[in-house]
């Protein structure tokens, strides 16, 4: 079965305690509450836009560990294919331990498990599928020479590729000029540029450093700032829209998702990324990663009230 998306990360559980406020160096807070959630931000990015209505696969590898089943069964439900997903034995899922404070913050320690396993040979078996596909979405939990290896298999084939440059490493020239959209927030382009990343016009210069690089077009996500787009000659600013939020885990995800299906159904960069924006919003009003994630009737009707 041929898929519009084919999404290659990680695939996590996520263990989340509350807290009234994070805790320094050294230092014990009390919790008040525990949850076990599907996680990773492939598998996010995944259920985010099949969620609203993309024909999605995900890619990449998991553990033989009861864990699992959690992060699958939330795949399934979602309506993400899961024929591309391989599973690696005597190796735990990927993992992370958040935190998140009254506010909606959150502090993230990730631990890749299956994830750090997936390798050039599991890309290259992906080609016949990602010659049927029209977008390869990538992050950064998995290795990067993985990484750089898919985007080279993606535009050999003709597959255009978003990147989500999370958590932030160096990225070379020769990857960036096969991106088609990179969609950093403000601390990942100011890692990426060097430069000091926190409002439109920071985010404006940033974006456009990142285009001289070599990407095709960029969108820097500015959390409740809204975002900064760019491509070509063009380039325009989004302002966020005025939500309470509960927790922005995977918000960038659920961003990331929008973005991808509405470039999928031909929007234009613009117009994704008001979309996008939409979902980003609606998706911190939740709780969880996968959990939070829209429908697409939600969105719509959020943006026209």
């Known amino acids: 079965m041929s898929r519009d998306i084919i999404v290659l990360g990680s695939m996590n559980v996520d263990f989340v305690v509350r807290v009234k406020r994070r805790p320094g160096i050294g230092e014990t807070v009390p919790g008040s509450e525990f949850s076990i959630f599907p996680g990773g931000k492939g598998a996010n990015q995944a259920v985010a836009a099949a969620r609203l209505g993309g024909n999605v696969a995900m890619a990449g590898r998991i553990g033989d560990d009861v864990f699992s089943k959690v992060v699958l069964d939330s795949l399934s439900s979602a309506g993400v294919g899961r024929e591309l997903i391989v599973t690696t034995q005597d190796v735990p899922t990927g993992s992370a331990f958040i935190t998140v404070d009254e506010t909606g913050e959150n502090s993230i320690v990730v631990v890749p498990g299956a994830n750090g396993h997936c390798s050039k040979a599991d890309v290259d078996a992906l080609r016949p599928h990602l010659e049927l596909a029209k977008m390869l979405m990538l992050q950064l939990e998995i290795p990067l020479e993985t990484v750089e290896h898919a985007v080279s298999v993606a535009r050999s084939c003709g597959t255009k590729v978003m990147l989500d440059p999370a958590p932030p490493v160096p990225l070379s020239q020769e990857l960036l000029r096969g991106i088609d959209v990179l969609t950093p927030n403000e601390h990942e382009a100011s890692f990426l540029t060097g430069r000091k990343v926190t409002d439109a016009a920071g985010a404006q210069l940033a974006a456009s450093d990142l285009l001289k690089a070599g990407a095709r077009a960029v969108v820097i996500k500015l959390g409740s700032g809204g975002l900064v787009w760019a491509e070509g000659g063009k380039s325009g600013v989004i302002p966020g829209h005025r939500v309470h939020a509960?927790?922005?885990?995977?918000?960038?995800?659920?961003?990331?998702?929008?973005?991808?299906?509405?470039?999928?159904?031909?929007?234009?960069?613009?117009?994704?990324?008001?979309?996008?924006?939409?979902?980003?919003?609606?998706?911190?009003?939740?709780?969880?990663?996968q959990t939070s994630m829209p429908e697409r009737r939600e969105v719509e009707v959020f943006l026209q009230t």
């Open 246 to 289: 509960v927790d922005t885990t995977a918000a960038g995800d659920a961003f990331s998702g929008g973005l991808a299906a509405a470039l999928c159904e031909g929007k234009s960069l613009e117009e994704a990324c008001r979309f996008a924006n939409a979902v980003g919003a609606l998706s911190v009003t939740r709780k969880g990663a």
